[in-house]
Each structure stands twice: as C-alpha cells, then as structure tokens.
T-cell receptor, first 114, second 113 residues
Framework: DVKVTQSSRYLVKRTGEKVFLECVQD?????MFWYRQDPGLGLRLIYF???????EKGDIPEGYSVSREKKERFSLILESASTNQTSMYLC?????????????FGPGTRLTVL | SQQGEEDPQALSIQEGENATMNCSYK?????LQWYRQNSGRGLVHLIL?????REKHSGRLRVTLDTSKKSSSLLITASRAADTASYFC?????????????FGKGTKLSVKP
C-alpha cells in the first residue's frame, strides 16, 4: 500500500523558532510537493521537487525553504516561524513515469505558531 | 495560482440523494482530477479524466468534462453519511510544469443520515 508520512500531526511552535516539517514517501516517486491549506483559500503550492537536490518555487515560497537530500524525503523549513504561518501543511508525491498522474498525500501537519 | 473554482462552496443533502459538484477552470488542460478530503486529513485521489474524454465512471462517481466550457462536474449517486467530506478538483495545465496540479478551493459536502 502506497504511503506518504509526515513527521507530526500537530505541532506548536513559538514565533521566531526554526521549524522542520518532514515528509517521507515509500513509492520511489520522483516528484514531491509541499502545500499549505487555509480556510477559504484551498491548497497553495509552496515548493516542489522533481529530483534529489532539485527544488522549484511554487506560488507562495516566501518564508519557507526546502531540502531534498534523498529521493524519499522532502523537508519543509520555516527559518523563523511567524504567526501567519499557522496553517495545515500537506505533503504529496507523484511519479513522472505516468505524466500528470495522481498525487498521493500525507495526513497533514497542523502547525500553530504562537 | 488557483485555477479550479468549485461550486457550490457547501452542499447539504440527505442520505440517498445525489450530490453534484461543479468545477470551472481557465486554461487548457491535460487532465482534470477530483480529490476527497475528510476533516483534518490529507487528500485522496478519486478519479482522473483526460482532456479527450467526456465522461468517466467509478462506482458511485460520475465525472463529466466539457473542455469548450472549461468545466467539469462530479456526481455522487445514492450518497451515504460516509461521503461527508470536502471535494476538490485539480487541473494539470497543458504545457505546465511536470507533475504540478492546480487545486480549487473545494466543495464541503454534508450528508445527513
């Protein structure tokens, strides 16, 4: 059974802290994505990666960075967390072997920044 | 950028009724996908329809695509309380970055027993 896991379901951090959100997939997928989801705004793409050590900015990359050192792992980093980064963060992966095919999502991390 | 726009934003029906959700988009697409999200969870892929297809079925789901109107609809027949969730359409833009999807804001479906 295909699986995308995220390191935490719930996370509470303080303003100014450095925050790491980890995502691991076991499907040998090339593509990985980080989204944030806010009420009334839907899913917005933060960053994505097509391959190890490759990253591309999405629609809202400001305040975030990413790291992809291994194919199965894609990390989202909040260098200095702010209250407006309180949100649900969703990781997803997909394969380029069937272009534009479905994305597989993790369960999400609900981050609260105080 | 948000391409898909679902309509309605919220829908409340009784168990056994059919639920129809619509999605409109702006640019040419390779395919359109529908996803479901239970409260507080990740999204789950339901069905994909390619730009050269007009209708697709999967169990109680029926999806239509009208590329001339840039719109799609998702029909859930004989709904159950367990269908209560948010439903999102996602488009794979023609010529877009490989693998990227653009998600709409979703329709929140409530099915009352």
């Amino acid at each position: 059974d295909v699986k995308v896991t995220q390191s935490s379901r719930y996370l509470v951090k303080r303003t100014g802290e450095k925050v790491f959100l980890e995502c691991v997939q076991d499907m040998d997928h090339e593509n990985m994505f980080w989204y944030r989801q806010d009420p009334g705004l839907g899913l917005r793409l933060i960053y994505f990666s097509y391959d190890v050590k490759m990253k591309e900015k999405g629609d809202i990359p400001e305040g975030y960075s990413v790291s992809r050192e291994k194919k199965e792992r894609f990390s989202l980093i909040l260098e200095s967390a702010s209250t407006n980064q309180t949100s649900m963060y969703l990781c997803a992966s997909s394969s380029y072997r069937v272009p534009y095919n479905e994305q597989f999502f993790g369960p999400g991390t609900r981050l609260t920044v105080l | 950028s948000q391409q898909g726009e679902e309509d309605p934003q919220a829908l409340s029906i009784q168990e056994g009724e059919n639920a129809t959700m619509n999605c409109s988009y702006k640019t040419s697409i390779n395919n359109l996908q529908w996803y479901r999200q239970n409260s507080g969870r990740g999204l789950v892929h339901l069905i994909l329809i390619r730009s050269n297809e007009r209708e697709k079925h999967s169990g109680r789901l029926r999806v239509t695509l009208d590329t001339s109107k840039k719109s799609s609809s998702l029909l859930i027949t004989a709904s159950r309380a367990a269908d209560t969730a948010s439903y999102f359409c996602a488009t794979a833009p023609y010529g877009g970055s490989q693998g990227n999807l653009i998600f709409g804001k979703g329709t929140k479906l409530s099915v009352k027993p």
